[in-house]
């Protein structure tokens, strides 16, 4: 079974960095995608980016694109996300998502509903 776990989320200021982890146990990194999620509290989860887990290819949404840094440590068996120049427009609850899919393959899924396993969140908070 496969699952994933966040942290290092925290209370920081803007302009600051942050980096989150995943560690995901039960499949190794030789295929899939894992990607991170973000949800502010009534509003719909939102794509940040994600990783290939073989090939390294990434890929980020526009918000983030530039001060966001996805890599991946496959003898950790762990995903990062490094948060840069973090903005108060970036807190929110950060997920982290798996998708071992036969198209990840040849393509990143950017939407939610694509991605089959999911951690249980960390908690970024950016204070102006």
């Known amino acids: 079974q496969v699952q994933l776990a966040e942290s290092g989320g925290g209370l920081v200021q803007a302009g600051t960095s942050l980096k989150l982890s995943c560690a995901v146990s039960g499949r190794t990194f030789s295929s899939g995608v894992a990607g991170w999620f973000r949800q502010v509290a009534g509003k719909e989860r939102e794509f940040v980016g994600a990783?290939?887990?073989?090939?390294?290819?990434?890929q980020y949404a526009d918000s983030v694109k530039g001060r966001f840094i996805i890599s991946r440590d496959n003898a950790k068996n762990t995903v990062y996300l490094q948060m840069n120049s973090l903005k108060p427009e970036d807190s929110a609850v950060y997920y982290c998502?798996?998708?071992?899919?036969?198209?990840?393959?040849?393509?990143?899924?950017?939407?939610?509903?694509?991605?089959?396993?999911w951690g249980q969140g960390t908690q970024v908070t950016v204070s102006s």
């Open positions: 990783i290939m887990l073989s090939r390294g290819n990434t």
């Open positions: 998502a798996a998708d071992y899919g036969g198209l990840t393959r040849i393509r990143i899924p950017t939407m939610s509903r694509e991605y089959d396993y």
